[in-house]
């Protein structure tokens, strides 16, 4: 088999954003796109000769003609062995225990995440290090530079590599080894958690849904809840991968998952539902006739992790991201723990978790995770809510309103408006930089700024800073807005704006979120002139 050096020119716009590389499918399938920035990968991380590493994805369209192309490229470069998922398939969180667990040197995961997949969809490649965790800035900084100064890349010639069934094989002089995508992820969540407790609450007629989406966590849930756990066949719902998600958005909130919302605001809803997204990292929880948010199950899951064997200890510390509501940070004081806020990007939990100062981290875009991984786990969320539920034998919703009055409520919504022309999105993300020293003491429908400023972030493990990580302004009283630009889009600028109220009060703790935060709404409106700028009269997503 022959290796050869193929020349190319680099491609503008190869910039890893939040989470690796997102573009429009077709981008990705033109000439040179995904092999310049699989070489640019493998040349950032100074090579890839005599290194092991894990591959898989979601399943998303073109999923298995890209792990074919990665596959013949490591090869080309040196590669010593690649474990890859069976069919190219690995959930993310499964990528980055297999990562951790067989000691590699990194791995390659094909996702766009909750994005959609398809031929005119979304298509993303991220580069995870040896700690299984999404590469931080620095190592990002070094795939974009060598993007920039690609002059070929390395493809070794050959036929495809039959992947559908686990064993050995070769491609030139590497090894490849196929792995059951499930089996090692499954036996993680039975060593973290208590089966027996979980699957007695199955057995005393607790029911649940969950919806996969027709992404890549089907298999896995089918495994974990209906074989292992045993909840009734047909709580997987959606259960079956397609590389398109079934034309939907696999993105689990209450607008893309609005069926399983439903469902749990019936009379006759089960006890609890949960969803995940297109490549298993995120979870939504939904009890009967509650919807839990993000920020609020972190803070939730916090309080009562204990309860789960592999937290039994307790936590050392928690950590979110900037946007996420600080109700978990209140649990964090109440119990007399260290709480971190960090950039929105999972990367940015990766060196506190590997120091040893959190055990438990989250997001308010539904992504929540601990220590067994270093990426966001939707499955775990989904089983340390069984665990605190089959221990309690409460109600999601019981267990809510009690949290709420031990700690208080943080009501919380996220507004965003999407493809909003670039030069829009940043005129007005500018122009309320640069009103930020303005807006302290200002009062804006009877709100009263006591802080603004844009969120930098010094990283207490490596001393390494992050700037320009959206805006923040404070009122009087615990409410905040936040303003930022999204870093996974594929299509003009995404604008997030993030709402949140604190009460205290116990007689506000069971309020319409809509309403407690309309003010507030209002003031975002007024301060960051949103309708001006974009044009737009309303957000396009509420969550
Ligand atoms: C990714 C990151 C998350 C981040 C989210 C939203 O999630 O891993 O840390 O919170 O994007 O980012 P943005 O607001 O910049 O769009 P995922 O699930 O897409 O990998």
Redesign the pocket.
Known sequence: MQIHSVPTRPIPGQKPG??GLRKKTRVFMEHHFLENYVQSIFDGIGGIAGRTLVLGGDGRYFNDRAAQVILRMAAANGATRVIVGQDAILSTPAASHLIRSRGTDGGLILSA??NPGGPEADFGLKYNTPNGG?APEAVTDRIHAASLAISEYRMLDAQDVDLSRPGRTRLGSMDIEIVDPVADYAALMERLFDFDAIRDLFRSGFRMVFDAMHAVTGPYAREILERRLGAAEGTVLNGRPLPDFGGGHPDPNPIWARGLVERMMADDAPDFGAAS?GDG??NMIVGRGLYVTPSDSLALLAAQAHRAPAYRAGLRGVAR?MPTSGAVDRVAEALGMPCYETP???KFFGNLLDAGRVTLCG?E?A?TGSDHVREKDGLWAVLLWLNILADTRRSVRDLMEEHWSRFGRNYYSRHDYEDIPTDRANALYEGLRAALPSLPGRTVRSLRVSAADEFAYDDPVDGSRSERQGLRIVFEGGARMVVRL????TEGA?L?VYLEVLETDPARLRLDPADVLAPLAQAAEEIAQIRRHTGREAPDVIT
């Open positions: 939040t989470s995440s909750h999404p997204d990292d995120r991201s929105t990007g999972w997001e875009s992504g999204s870093g996974t889009g995404t997030r």
